[in-house]
């Protein structure tokens, strides 16, 4: 069964890091270009970082340049965010995306709320 399956969202304070991951199976992980986007309440999905499937990575949303960090597993098949510096704008449900040729595959989204 193909899918992604993110964990690692929470409640954290302002200035707290978390790490998200995403684990990948049914498909075979390396051969996919990995991405992390997320979606604020009432806001449109927009991409956050993303890793090729060459372990390159992407041009950072300015919003997280500096306190983000995508990574990738591939002896576990699994993305990784780790984000620092939290501020409140970057609560939102984060989501995993996994893309190569015409596929296209999303993971259920991890809630991130950055409170004090």
């Known amino acids: 069964q193909v899918q992604l399956v993110e964990s690692g969202g929470g409640l954290v304070q302002p200035g707290g890091s978390l790490r998200l991951s995403c684990a990948a199976s049914?498909?075979?992980?390396?051969?996919?270009?990995m991405y992390w986007y997320r979606q604020a309440p009432g806001k449109e999905r927009e991409l956050v970082a993303g890793?090729?499937?060459?372990?390159?990575?992407?041009n950072y949303a300015d919003s997280v340049k500096g306190r983000f960090t995508i990574s990738r597993d591939y002896a576990k098949n699994t993305l990784y965010l780790q984000m620092d510096s939290l501020k409140p704008e970057d609560t939102a449900v984060y989501f995993c995306?996994?893309?190569?040729?015409?596929?296209?595959?999303w993971g259920k989204g991890t809630l991130v709320t950055v409170s004090s």
């Open positions: 995306n996994a893309r190569r040729l015409i596929q296209n595959i």
């Open positions: 049914g498909f075979t992980f390396g051969a996919y270009d």
């Open positions: 890793i090729f499937s060459a372990g390159d990575r992407l």
